[in-house]
């Protein structure tokens, strides 16, 4: 799967989605991708696999049960296995779920 392929997995779920970030302000919920560092398969010497490793924020005014489901069942579709954690940000006031997954070739 590539980054774009990732992208348009999760405008699937009908929130507003943007890299790093969006250019004006939003209503959420809505999500952010980012891609946070890689962990490449290293082999004689040389990069032998790509393996990259990114996080899906979504965020949400109230803990949105509706909304982690749709994104966890677009993840789950396209077999992506996923990590998540949630924060609270106080001065946001806004929840932030966070999904961490790896894409490998992409």
Do not use: C, R
Request: charge should be negative.
């Amino acid at each position: 799967m590539s980054q774009d392929e990732l992208m348009n997995l999760l405008k699937a779920t009908g929130y507003p989605v943007a890299y790093s970030h969006f250019n004006s302000d939003k209503s959420p919920p809505y999500i952010v991708l980012l891609y946070a560092f890689s962990t490449d398969l290293i082999a004689e010497n040389q990069n032998y696999v790509d393996i990259g490793n990114y996080q899906i924020e979504l965020y949400t005014a109230i803990k949105d049960l509706e909304a982690e489901k749709k994104v966890q069942d677009k993840l789950k579709e396209a077999k992506l296995p996923y990590s998540k954690t949630e924060v609270w940000i106080k001065e946001e006031k806004l929840y932030q779920i966070l999904y961490q997954i790896q894409i490998i070739g992409g």
